[in-house]
């Protein structure tokens, strides 16, 4: 069963129990989906819908730290609760030891010496790793084995 079919049995699901938060988030997540698809007339593949539910995490996550920098605790709560719910539809996260192994491969795959190859080592490793970790971590992690 294809993502975009999970999530709208989800919402249908949400509906039904009449759950507003879970269901308020899985509209969110179709409609930036279904805008995709009127935007570049396209179906949207699995990859794309983890790409998007990925970037609503980061956006989750960045908002909620703002609020609660500006002592805004109520918002904050509101954007940490979405993020369980965007997390049910992405792959299982890799752990420290398989985000090792795959920098490690990617490294030795495209033969890095130094930070110049560092766009390479990315390339190799964001399609591998897309939605299962943090890119932004992967690449530090990435910068300090190429030092």
């Known amino acids: 069963m294809s993502l975009k079919v999970q999530l709208q049995n989800a919402q249908k699901d949400a509906l039904r129990a009449k759950n507003k938060a879970r269901l308020s988030t899985l509209r969110m997540v179709m409609a930036e989906i279904k805008q995709l698809e009127v935007d570049e007339r396209i179906e949207v593949s699995d990859d794309r819908i983890i790409a998007i539910i990925t970037k609503m ?3 989750r ?3 909620a730290k703002q609020y609660q920098d500006a ?9 940490l609760a979405e993020i369980p719910v965007l997390q049910e539809f992405l792959p299982q996260q890799l752990s420290n030891e398989e985000i090792d192994q795959f ?3 990617a490294i030795a795959q495209v033969g890095a010496s130094g930070m110049g ?4 080592v990315m390339g190799v490793l964001k399609p591998q790793v897309q ?3 943090d890119m932004g971590a992967i690449s530090g992690l990435v910068r300090s084995k190429l030092n």
Do not use: P
């Open 61 to 63: 996550q960045d908002a």
């Open 131 to 133: 939605g299962r970790a």
């Open 103 to 105: 920098i490690t491969q």
């Open 117 to 120: 190859d560092m766009g390479k």
């Open 71 to 79: 002592g805004r605790e109520d918002l904050a709560e509101h954007e």
């Open 57 to 59: 995490v980061k956006q």
